[in-house]
Every structure is written in structure tokens, then in C-alpha cells.
């Protein structure tokens, strides 16, 4: 199994990011795919949700209205995008399967937001 994220970023607070994920060794679309977020020194935080099958997501409430989570099914890859960044959207974004057989994270994508 392995999930491989996109690699490190850097921008400027008020633009937006995409962070891909891409699925291999298990199923994409009869797993949950759910992005986590760790600012330096702090613990995960969960993002959001998405269920590949039908796209439906569901998003923590504090990313409600910047964050948005898709999959693309032919591709077995999701992606999470966050728009009008902030130097505290900085740390690590992890995307992680989780179903019946467990659950199986990526390796991580550092986004720096800074001006």
C-alpha cells in the first residue's frame, strides 16, 4: 500500500495550494481519504474528509470555507486545496486511507506560507 503526496510548497499568504495524493495497493474508492494537518510543534489536525465513491466530503469547521478535498477516480489520486493562505496554514499535510483493512498514511507535504 502507499500513498504519495505531491511535494513541498511555498507561497505567499492569499494565494491557495493543491496537495495531491496518489493511491496505490488498495481500493480508492472503498476507502475514506481524510487530510491532517501539523503546524510546527502542534499535533495533527483533521482537515476534512472525502469518499471517493460518490465525492461526498465533510470538513471540520474551521476549514469549512477554505478548504476543499477532491478525487479523481481515474486517477486513484485526491487533493486537497486551500485558498487565502495564512502564515498559520504552515506545517505538514498528511492524506491518509483509512477502511476494513486499516489505515495507511502518505509521507507527508510541507507547505510554508510566508511573506
Known amino acids: 500500500v502507499q500513498l504519495v503526496q505531491s511535494g513541498a510548497e511555498a507561497r505567499k499568504p492569499g494565494t491557495s495550494v493543491k496537495v495531491s495524493c496518489k493511491v496505490s495497493g488498495i481500493s480508492f474508492i472503498n476507502n475514506y481519504l481524510d487530510w491532517i494537518r501539523q503546524a510546527p510543534g502542534q499535533g495533527f489536525e483533521w482537515m476534512g474528509r472525502i469518499d471517493p465513491e460518490d465525492g461526498g466530503t465533510k470538513y471540520a469547521q474551521k476549514f469549512l470555507y477554505r478548504v476543499r478535498i477532491t478525487a479523481d477516480t481515474s486517477t486513484n489520486t485526491a487533493y486537497v486545496e486551500v485558498i487565502n493562505l495564512r502564515s498559520e496554514d504552515t506545517g505538514v499535510y498528511f492524506c491518509?486511507?483509512?477502511?476494513?483493512?486499516?489505515?495507511?498514511w502518505g509521507q507527508g507535504t510541507q507547505v510554508a506560507v510566508s511573506s
Open positions: 491518509a486511507s483509512r477502511g476494513t483493512k486499516g489505515v495507511f
